[in-house]
């Protein structure tokens, strides 16, 4: 009953030119009525390009790894997917960056039966010598695993073009950059001199200490470009509809 009285509203909305398509645009954005039309298998987008959506939201983050996604193929609910390029010298995990997709998935995606993900390379080993960095956690406490937890909203306007800006998300003091129409975002601390690096100068994609003056190619995952070959640490960041999330831990 509930489902072919939707399937009525829809073919009411065809029926009305272009101010249906405007109504049915504002109804597929609430979040209630898209559950609704997935339950009863009548929305109007595909699996395949809701899933394409989300891949499409998720690339500047693994572009920023020097990876990619490949969509393989959507079988009876169940997505198949290839991380491809090289992240070698990314201190994100393989899990983070499956935790990227998942969350872009959810958002575009929620029917998904199923998610398979080949091409997952474990973390590299950082170099001896090199000290981890500790973040402060929600809760004051000290939280240097790099572990990602929750998927919280930015809070503050996204910095312009070719600028960098400091945030605070979920406690995790984040340096904020726009490099080229993308957002990058990093823990705010250098890897060489443990000071601030939101404060530092930005000039195409490298970004410089302010304390150490160490140099940092922001879209090769904060790779220095000096002799130490230390690195930032990236913070998963996802834009979709305006709204910016980036993941912090716990």
């Given at each position: 009953m509930h489902g072919a009285g939707l399937a009525k509203i829809g073919e009411v909305l065809d029926e009305a030119g272009a101010a249906g398509e405007e109504a049915k645009r504002k109804l597929l954005d609430d979040g209630v009525v898209a559950s609704l039309l997935l339950i009863h298998d009548l929305y109007p987008v595909s699996l395949e390009e809701r899933v394409r959506e989300a891949l499409t939201e998720v690339r500047p983050y693994m572009d920023s790894h020097g990876g990619d996604v490949e969509l393989l193929g959507v079988e009876d609910g169940v997505v198949r997917l290839r991380l491809t390029g090289s992240c070698d010298g990314c201190p994100a995990s393989a899990s983070t960056l499956?935790?990227?997709?998942?969350?872009?998935?959810?958002?575009?995606?929620?029917?998904?039966?199923?998610?398979?993900?080949?091409?997952?390379?474990?973390?590299?080993?950082?170099?001896?010598?090199?000290?981890?960095?500790?973040?402060?956690?929600?809760?004051?406490?000290?939280?240097?695993?790099?572990?990602?937890?929750?998927?919280?909203?930015?809070?503050?306007?996204?910095?312009?073009?070719?600028?960098?800006?400091?945030?605070?998300?979920?406690?995790v003091e984040i340096a904020l950059a726009n490099v080229g129409g993308s957002l990058l975002a990093f823990r705010d601390r250098c890897a060489g001199c443990g000071g601030t690096v939101s404060t530092g100068e930005l000039k195409g994609g490298v970004l410089a200490c302010p304390s150490c003056e160490r140099r940092y190619y922001l879209p090769r995952a904060g790779r220095s470009m000096d002799a130490d070959r230390l690195l930032l640490e990236p913070v998963p960041l996802l834009e979709a509809g305006g709204d910016v999330t980036v993941a912090v831990g716990g």
């Open positions: 499956e935790l990227a997709i998942e969350e872009a998935l959810e958002r575009t995606a929620p029917d998904l039966v199923g998610l398979e993900v080949e091409g997952l390379v474990p973390e590299p080993p950082r170099p001896s010598g090199i000290p981890l960095p500790v973040v402060q956690g929600n809760g004051g406490s000290p939280n240097g695993n790099g572990g990602v937890s929750r998927w919280l909203p930015l809070g503050t306007a996204p910095p312009g073009e070719g600028t960098v800006t400091w945030a605070q998300v979920g406690g």
